[in-house]
């Protein structure tokens, strides 16, 4: 089979070379300035890179390596993250190669257990998942960092020293040419779970090691499986042990094993242990290539804060989990969506540093909420004691028969984004709502329709603050926000922009009356709400949402 | 109000409940008798519904452990 041959255009992104290039900064006789460096551009480090280049901030991306991740990491990218992809210019591109899929189904040694879909409501732009290799999302958000303006990214350096020196960070980077040193006002620890930073600067991620192996092996083949999320718990093709099968784009599958602590390596790696394992599930006339195998072993853990001064950590630098709920580019996803706004308002003079701490707060509750779906799902596929077995076991048996046990049954419960409950960035409600929008929460997508034409209402959330109304505006207008007036009752004001709820779909979604109106947040998180905004109220919430409130 | 643990008596037959408890286990080994208890206690406890009355009931079972 000839390798995507239907995109001839796509280069191979598990090939792809980046050239290092010689910075001026290598020859300056002192370290040259930046307002922020990110080390480390995995899928985190490049987000926040591109956010923070498309909202003016100048940035230096350093990566040690200069190619994309290798193999077989990251494939099920969430809904929220293809959120913020549209934002950061390459949504479209990674939902058009993805393979979309809502389904997940749970089988008991042969049979199906339950099913459940992760999006049962229609009517949203993304859904509730795509699957995607990470070398492909890596490759979309290179290609786009390289193609702004302001964001300089380095292959092939290596920050080997980190120092915080007052009102700035001074970092040593090595080179194939020689080292050099550079000065940040901020830094972003975004070097992956090992994070070199994280141990310079004699700090430690802490959690719990799971004593469990597990073999991935993506294949290459023609089936005709449906693009749903399947997972086994002791089937027939593996006993004992729980298997896991997903589609990915180019006719790739991916296909997880349990094999148990004892398992060796460097043997289970080997295709004459791997080949049977597949032909067992596959059938054994089934025809296939392999793509990759490996064997990942996996922590749940995170470091106690994400801000130490100027250095701010993120993604799996930060945090850890299991891959059973597929949380872990997701949540480093969220983290970068959180941070870069905030770090440009502050660099802007905007908000005080006191903002950046509602950055780790807000991220460590996330991550504290990641963790504990991790954990749980982990607990239940890799039991750590005979009794926890003996109750897995249990609620597997039951579940055939009586339907409240399927509840229990946990492969993985699959990323949502954090609503931020308890940030000090919400100006709690005053008045009364119903349904999911509160404070805190990630703004949800809605079909709308503007000057005529079809549309999402997150297409028009702005980079800054936007005011989303419905029927009548506020007194009046503030200018520091991007104002959205739903369904008008009456005239427009200047410099607000009408959008139509053509399904009636915004309004029940945001429980909304006319009168109503939303402060969101630059990431699109609702930071206030009321059935009747004034100007005052709305400026007062927007400097608690720029922490003002937590510096005072 | 919060609903709590009812340690006062509940039972319509505590005598029959018990000889049933002691019925369903036998001639099962001890093994068989464990996915019995684990299966009993998934069902009673989706029939009581409740965690806050749940978490009593596993303090209140865990506490008497560390009396005895
Ligand atoms: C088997 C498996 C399956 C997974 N499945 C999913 C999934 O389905 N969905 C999901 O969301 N997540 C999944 N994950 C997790 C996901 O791969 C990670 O969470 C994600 O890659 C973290 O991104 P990151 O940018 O924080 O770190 P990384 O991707 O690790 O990137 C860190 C970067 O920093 C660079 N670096 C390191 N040290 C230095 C240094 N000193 N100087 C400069 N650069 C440095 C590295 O070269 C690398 O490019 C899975 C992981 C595994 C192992």
């Keep these: 089979m000839s390798a995507a041959s239907a995109d001839l255009m796509e280069p191979d992104y598990q090939r792809l070379d980046f050239a290092y290039r010689r910075s001026r900064d290598q020859d300056a006789p002192e370290p040259p300035r930046h307002p922020v460096v990110i080390a480390g551009a995995g899928p985190v480090g490049l987000a926040a890179a591109i956010d923070l280049a498309q909202r003016g901030i100048p940035v230096v991306l350093l990566d040690d390596d200069n190619r994309l991740s290798t193999g077989s990491r990251a494939i099920c990218f969430a809904k929220r993250t293809l959120e913020i992809f549209d934002r950061l210019g390459l949504g479209e591109l990674v939902a058009a190669k993805g393979v979309r899929w809502n389904l997940g189904k749970v089988f008991l040694r042969d049979a199906l257990l339950y099913q459940f879909d992760l999006l049962p409501e229609p009517a949203h732009h993304r859904p509730a998942f795509v699957n995607i290799q990470q070398y492909y999302v890596e490759g979309y958000l290179a290609e786009r960092a390289l193609a702004l303006r302001g964001l300089d990214l380095r292959w092939s350096n290596r920050v080997i020293g980190l120092e915080q020196a007052g009102d700035g960070v001074l970092l040593a980077v090595e080179t194939p040419e020689g080292s050099y040193r550079l000065r940040a006002d901020w830094v972003i620890a975004a070097d992956g779970g090992r994070s070199p930073i994280r141990a310079m600067m004699g700090l430690e991620s802490k959690g719990r090691v799971f004593r469990d192996r597990f073999l991935i092996a993506d294949v290459r083949m023609a089936a005709d499986f449906p693009a749903e999320r399947w997972f086994w718990f002791d089937p027939p093709f593996h006993p004992g042990q729980s298997v896991l099968l997903h589609r990915q784009p180019d006719n790739v599958w991916r296909i997880d094993f349990q094999l148990g602590w004892d398992a060796d390596p460097a043997l289970e790696t080997a295709p004459e242990r791997v080949l049977p394992r597949i032909r067992a599930l596959l059938g054994q006339d089934a025809r296939f290539e392999l793509e990759w195998v490996s064997i990942y072993t996996f922590a749940c853990r995170r470091m106690e804060h994400f801000r130490h001064g100027r250095v701010l950590f993120a993604g799996d630098a930060a945090h850890g989990v299991s891959p059973f709920g597929a949380r872990g580019a997701n949540s480093g996803v969220q983290d970068a969506d959180n941070l870069a706004w905030k770090l440009a308002a502050v660099l802007r003079g905007e908000a005080p540093e006191a903002l950046l701490d509602s950055y780790a707060a807000e991220r460590e509750a996330a991550a504290d909420e990641n963790l504990l779906n991790s954990t749980r799902a982990t607990d239940f596929i890799t039991p750590k004691s005979e009794i926890s077995r003996l109750f897995r076991d249990a609620v597997l048996d039951l579940a055939r028969e009586a339907p409240f046990a399927r509840a229990l049954v946990n492969s993985g419960r699959l990323s949502t984004p954090t609503v931020l409950r308890d940030s000090a960035l919400n100006t709690p409600d005053a008045d009364g709502f119903e349904g999911s929008m509160v404070p805190g929460a990630p703004a949800t997508d809605a079909p709308i329709r503007i000057d005529g034409a079809p549309g999402w209402l997150l297409e028009q959330i702005g980079q800054g603050f936007t005011l989303l109304c419905f029927g009548v505006p506020p007194d009046a207008v503030p200018e520091e926000a991007r104002t959205l007036l739903v369904d008008p009752a009456g005239a427009v004001p200047e410099g607000v922009i009408a959008i139509e709820d053509s399904e009636g779909l915004l309004a029940r979604r945001y429980d909304a009356r006319p009168g109503t109106g939303y402060l969101l947040r630059p990431d699109q998180h609702v930071c206030a709400r009321w059935r009747a905004p004034c100007l005052a109220g709305i400026r007062h919430a927007m400097a608690t949402a720029l922490g003002w409130e937590m510096a005072s | ?68």
Aim: aromatic residues 2%; proline residues 4%.
């Design chain 2, 1 to 68: 109000m919060t609903a709590t643990l009812n340690l006062a008596p509940n039972l319509d037959a505590p005598d029959a409940f018990y000889e049933a408890l002691i019925e369903a286990h036998r001639d099962l080994t001890p093994e068989q008798s464990h996915r019995l208890n684990a299966r009993l206690i998934l069902l009673l406890a989706n029939q009581v519904g409740d965690l806050a009355v749940l978490r009593e009931a596993l303090a209140q079972a865990r506490a008497g452990l560390a009396a005895a």
